[in-house]
């Protein structure tokens, strides 16, 4: 069975979500008539990293996001990884991605276990404890935040139950997209799993984003990938293709937890 996936590389009005709300409605619909499977927004996609006005343009308890994420899925019959968005809850606002199927009904959701300090989010937000399983479109996955990607403990914890698709929603600027992609295929190789990750491109008043949004196979291979500019970048593959992979080279089999410290 083919995943049919389209990532939503935008730029991303900062600190007005009601135009990204309206961008986003446009671009699933046109990624819907693709009769694509999921479709992958990226980070902080209502309100880009505007965070020293979260007070008032974080959704509360996220329930804004969530209807329209979910009635988008219900009327185009398609699976959702929302993006994350910044979810105004009783212990902090938290940068939280979460995921709704072709019903529009909840799957899961997760918030960033990482707080990137170059952005100043240990500032304004609050990290979070849980992992992001899931099973979508009924493929065991995994959903991570940005820079999360640098923590191959943390990916690795997300794919000890043959876990076959990583998805990563990011908001990665420029200067450093060498390092995502190398994170990325890097994540991808070791992991023997299909990474999807989504970017946005454009610039806030402190960065300019570099797109690049890439679908990895596991073998590294890149499978498609966005230049820098605005696009819906359309991939297609078959996660079972992981069970190959990791038979070939067995290194769930191999690895040896006594020895790490982790
Ligand atoms: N939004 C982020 O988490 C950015 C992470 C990043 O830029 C990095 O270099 O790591």
Redesign the pocket.
């Known amino acids: 069975m083919t995943l049919k996936v389209a990532l939503i590389q935008m730029n991303i009005s900062f600190g007005n979500p009601e135009a990204n709300y309206e961008k986003v409605r446009t671009k699933c619909k046109e990624a819907s008539e693709k009769n694509v499977d999921v479709i992958v927004l990226p980070?902080l996609w209502t309100t880009g990293y505007d965070l020293t006005r979260l007070d008032e343009i974080a959704d509360v308890n996220g329930e804004k996001s969530y209807s329209f994420i979910a009635e988008l899925a219900k009327d185009y019959n398609v699976s959702i990884v929302g993006g994350s968005i910044p979810k105004e809850t009783d212990k902090g606002i938290t940068n939280t991605l979460f995921v709704v199927n072709r019903k529009g009904e909840f799957v899961s959701e997760y918030s960033k276990a990482h707080l990137?300090r170059?952005?100043d989010?240990e500032k304004y937000l609050t990290e979070g404890n849980d992992e992001g399983s899931f099973i979508l479109e009924n493929i065991k996955s995994a959903g991570v935040?940005?820079?999360d990607i640098?923590f191959p403990e943390w990916i690795r914890t997300h794919m000890l139950d043959q876990t076959k698709v990583l998805y990563v929603v990011?908001?990665?600027?420029k200067p450093?997209i060498d390092?995502w992609r190398a994170l990325l295929i890097s994540r991808a190789i070791e992991n023997q799993c299909f990474v999807v990750a989504c970017n946005r491109v454009g610039t806030d008043p402190k960065n300019e984003f570099g797109g690049h949004s890439l679908i990895v196979g596991p073998w590294g291979e890149v499978i498609v990938e966005a230049e820098d500019k605005e696009t819906i970048l359309y991939g297609e593959f078959n996660p079972e293709e992981v069970d190959k992979v990791r038979e070939t080279i067995p290194i769930f089999t191999d690895r040896r937890p006594d020895l790490y410290k982790l």
């Not at 990011?170 to 600027?173: D, G, I, L, R, V």
């Open positions: 980070e990137f170059l952005m989010e935040i940005c820079y640098r990011a908001e990665w600027p450093r390092h």
